[in-house]
């Protein structure tokens, strides 16, 4: 690990400012990504700026219904809420099925939010990789890449996003609320966050440098049943091959998104249209454009039929 300096911030507005000061500075709360990043010396801060003691640790309910999350607020306390239990059920399944306990306990909402899109050849510094030194090339393309993206792909990078909770917000329609040096807030829908590669893989959400994350607001609840399924190569602590999250009312309607395919959560609302019609119809819409390789391409049958088994439990709820 190479040496940095650290400091414990003491507001938002101080936070990203001191972020702005540094552009190789980086904010830090669990760290469960991070840390591990910066031991391997692919995330090089010279600046640690603490960001645990500004108070975003509440869920609390919005005027409209919803509920805002706190940056901060670890995993395992989000999932747990009797709140989140009952009316964002999908958002709870979509946790507790991503890494482990453990770590659960430590990863924050924003945190959770920022983990790097990667794959093997993103952590091996010894083949080439756009999102860690771009200009490089991508070592998995042309390489073995089963695991990795099948759709919104570009010659510069064939990465998935790893996480699972925000799969889950995608289907909910959450808002990510931020913050910024010169205290300019915005909100900024969920499916507009994460980017895709491009020819700037590095470049992973549309944050500003020194913009900070405050909270994740939920919409009014949506109703209907919640499902989380998740396709992995072992029953704990792996990245999804496929997973859907899925919130589907009693006359066949809902929300999908896809998880594992994707440099971002993958939804596509035209899609969802063709639910009352199955699974098969749902994918070809989903899964238009597709560019599997030959290692992957049985993920966009596995799309079709994990998203089948959710549809299926559906009509048996």
């Given at each position: 690990?190479?040496?940095?300096?650290?400091?414990?911030?003491?507001?938002?507005?101080?936070?990203a400012?001191?972020?702005?000061?540094?552009?190789?500075?980086?904010?830090?709360?669990?760290?469960?990504?991070?840390?591990?990043?910066?031991?391997?010396?692919?995330?090089?801060?010279?600046?640690?700026?603490?960001?645990?003691?500004?108070?975003?640790?509440?869920?609390?309910?919005?005027?409209?219904?919803?509920?805002?999350?706190?940056?901060?607020?670890?995993?395992?306390?989000?999932?747990?809420?009797?709140?989140?239990?009952?009316?964002?059920?999908?958002?709870?399944r979509?946790?507790?099925?991503?890494?482990?306990?453990?770590?659960?306990?430590?990863?924050?909402?924003?945190?959770n939010?920022?983990?790097?899109?990667?794959?093997?050849?993103?952590?091996?510094?010894?083949?080439?990789?756009?999102?860690?030194?771009?200009?490089?090339?991508?070592?998995?393309?042309?390489?073995?890449s089963?695991?990795?993206?099948?759709?919104?792909?570009?010659?510069?990078?064939?990465?998935?996003?790893?996480?699972?909770?925000?799969?889950?917000?995608?289907?909910?329609?959450?808002?990510?609320?931020?913050?910024?040096?010169?205290?300019?807030?915005?909100?900024?829908?969920?499916?507009?966050?994460?980017?895709?590669?491009?020819?700037?893989?590095?470049v992973?959400?549309?944050?500003?440098?020194?913009?900070?994350?405050?909270?994740?607001?939920?919409?009014?609840?949506?109703?209907?049943?919640?499902?989380?399924?998740k396709?992995?190569?072992?029953?704990?602590?792996?990245?999804?091959?496929?997973?859907?999250?899925?919130?589907?009312?009693p006359?066949?309607?809902?929300?999908?998104?896809?998880?594992?395919?994707?440099?971002?959560?993958?939804?596509?609302?035209?899609?969802?249209?063709?639910?009352?019609?199955?699974?098969?119809?749902?994918?070809?819409?989903?899964?238009?454009?597709?560019?599997?390789?030959?290692?992957?391409?049985?993920?966009?049958?596995?799309?079709?039929?994990?998203?089948?088994?959710?549809?299926?439990?559906?009509?048996?709820?």
């Amino acid at each position: 690990m190479k040496p940095f300096t650290y400091e414990r911030a003491k507001s938002p507005a101080e936070a990203a400012a001191a972020a702005t000061r540094q552009p190789t500075a980086k904010f830090i709360a669990g760290g469960t990504n991070l840390l591990d990043l910066m031991k391997l010396q692919i995330e090089t801060p010279t600046h640690l700026i603490d960001v645990n003691g500004l108070g975003f640790d509440k869920i609390e309910t919005t005027p409209e219904g919803g509920l805002r999350i706190g940056a901060l607020v670890r995993n395992t306390a989000l999932a747990a809420d009797a709140r989140v239990r009952r009316d964002y059920a999908v958002l709870t399944r979509a946790i507790v099925a991503g890494a482990s306990g453990q770590l659960r306990n430590k990863a924050t909402t924003a945190g959770n939010l920022l983990q790097r899109t990667r794959c093997p050849y993103f952590y091996d510094t010894a083949q080439p990789c756009n999102k860690r030194q771009p200009g490089s090339g991508c070592g998995a393309i042309g390489g073995y890449s089963r695991q990795l993206a099948v759709i919104g792909v570009s010659d510069a990078c064939i990465a998935t996003y790893p996480g699972d909770m925000a799969v889950a917000m995608r289907v909910l329609d959450a808002t990510v609320e931020t913050v910024k040096a010169d205290g300019t807030k915005r909100s900024i829908p969920i499916a507009d966050f994460h980017r895709l590669p491009g020819t700037t893989p590095h470049v992973e959400t549309v944050l500003a440098p020194g913009e900070l994350i405050t909270a994740v607001v939920l919409p009014k609840p949506l109703g209907g049943k919640h499902y989380y399924r998740k396709v992995r190569d072992r029953a704990s602590y792996a990245f999804a091959l496929v997973s859907v999250a899925a919130v589907i009312q009693p006359d066949g309607t809902g929300h999908v998104a896809v998880g594992g395919i994707a440099h971002k959560p993958w939804r596509v609302e035209a899609a969802e249209k063709e639910l009352p019609k199955g699974a098969k119809a749902v994918a070809a819409k989903l899964l238009a454009g597709a560019k599997p390789t030959e290692d992957n391409a049985f993920k966009l049958k596995l799309v079709e039929r994990t998203l089948g088994a959710v549809l299926a439990a559906a009509k048996k709820a």
